[in-house]
């Protein structure tokens, strides 16, 4: 019997192996609006402090806190955006807004709503301690500090950070651009009807979007022949443009199964197999140097295959720290038996909802795991990773899932 000259390596293994090949690519300055999802390559300081001045929190009046006089005069107004040079003294207040500068002389603000204003004269119906509703020079950022260390992913806050400490130019790792490639001439485009034997490719449009949803460029690679020859030309095309590739189909033991055999002679191949299911067949090489993800053909198999083994690296090469590139794992409670062989380790496709009653997270299949049944993928949030080495799983046990999408709430 034909056997694969492959060994089956432990999902650990080979992801360490993947780890060890692939680094960040290298670094490139951006101006900060565009560097959303990008990872800082430096640490980004705050040149001055935040507030740079005391500020007023509240809109009201200037005040000194332990002033008695019970109508005081206003002196003016301070309204935010510039300095109006007034003195509060005792006896005195002076209109301000929030955001504003605190005059010379005060020591706190009372809000508006505590105040009652004849002509030019205020008085109060509370009273305040020093430093009320004021925030002090750097209250929310000092001087000097580090306000975004190397390492962190731009979003939405970090831009505003950026803005707020006037860092325009920046250094980030370059983000990847990933070929993705589906092979089979059992292939068609999706608008194209499929002739007998036929299917439309789905797995390069699934892989592209998973490409996308790490934050790196996807690359059309288009569909390739299986043909060993076409084969190379398509890889080869794609090399010079990517900075890896991930490619589906042709890595079994079929006859058209080329994909490994034209690895080995284009570069190295530093597994062919995994004991993971779905996704046993999945391969990995460098070739130019570049990192080369081949997926196995079924849909499931290639995404989840892409999620374990892919991701954690495309995450790495755009610069992500190590211990950031795996998704969060925790504990969750099935609520019914699984079946689960022990020769591979299994992840299926579940959905984790965190419950109140007992305050545990609980999981439930999305239904009939096939590897060509993309719809147990749709609407999972969590892959729950079955161990290799023990059967069936019964409801009521606990199992580690990985969140690949945010949880449900109940
Ligand atoms: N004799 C053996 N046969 C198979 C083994 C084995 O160990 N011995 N492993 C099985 C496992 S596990 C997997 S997973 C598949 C993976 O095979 P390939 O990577 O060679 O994939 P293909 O044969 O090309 O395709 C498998 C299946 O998926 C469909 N497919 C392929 N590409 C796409 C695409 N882009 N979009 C949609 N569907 C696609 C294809 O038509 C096949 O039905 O091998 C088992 N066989
Ligand atoms: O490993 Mo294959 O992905 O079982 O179907």
């Not at 590897?371 to 019964?394: C, I, K």
Request: hydrophobic share 40%; aromatic share 6%.
């Amino acid at each position: 019997m034909p056997e694969s000259k492959w060994p089956l390596l432990p999902v650990s293994e080979a992801r360490r192996i993947i780890l060890e090949h692939v680094q960040p690519l290298g670094t490139e300055e951006r101006r900060f609006e565009d560097a959303q999802g990008y990872v800082l390559a430096e640490d980004v300081r705050a040149r001055e402090p935040m507030p740079p001045f005391p500020a007023s929190a509240k809109d009201g009046f200037a005040v000194i806190a332990d002033d008695t006089t019970e109508w005081r005069r206003i002196v003016g107004d301070q309204f935010a955006g510039y300095d109006a040079n007034l003195r509060v003294e005792y006896g005195t207040a002076a209109r301000i807004t929030t955001g504003a500068p605190v005059p010379q002389g005060a020591n706190a603000v009372i809000m508006v709503e505590f105040s009652e204003v004849q002509g030019d004269r205020v008085r109060f119906t509370r009273r305040v301690e020093p430093g009320a509703d004021i925030r002090p020079v750097g209250q929310d950022i000092a001087q000097g500090q580090v306000v975004l260390p190397t390492g962190t992913r731009l979003g939405p806050a970090e831009l505003g950070l950026l803005a707020t400490v006037g860092a325009t130019r920046i250094t980030v790792w370059k983000r990847p651009r990933i070929g993705v490639m589906s092979t089979g001439d059992e292939l068609v485009e999706p608008d194209e009807t499929p002739g007998p034997g036929q299917i439309r490719d789905a797995n390069r449009f699934s892989l592209m979007a998973a490409v996308r949803e790490t934050g790196a460029e996807a690359l059309d690679l288009g569909l390739a022949p299986d043909t060993a020859d076409a084969l190379e030309a398509f890889i080869r095309e794609g090399l010079r443009a990517c900075d890896a590739i991930v490619t589906s189909g042709g890595v079994s033991m079929g006859e058209l199964d080329l994909v490994k055999p034209l690895l080995e002679r284009m570069g190295t191949v530093h597994f062919g197999r995994v004991s993971v299911k779905p996704g046993k067949p999945v391969t990995f090489a460098t070739v130019d140097g570049k990192p080369f993800f081949a997926m196995p053909g079924f849909p499931v198999s290639s995404l989840v295959a892409f999620e374990i083994f892919a991701r954690p690296a495309l995450l790495r090469m755009a610069g992500w720290p190590l211990d950031a590139v795996e998704r969060p794992r925790v504990p969750v409670v099935l609520d019914h038996d699984i079946r689960h062989g022990a020769a591979r380790t299994e992840y299926q496709r579940a959905i984790v909802r965190f419950d109140r009653t007992d305050g545990r997270f609980h999981a439930t299949t999305t239904g009939f795991q096939g590897s060509g049944r993309l719809l147990s993928m749709v609407g999972a949030n969590a892959l729950l990773e079955l161990p290799e080495g023990r059967g069936d799983f019964h409801a009521g046990e606990s199992v580690d899932a990985l969140l690949i999408a945010p949880l449900k709430t109940e």
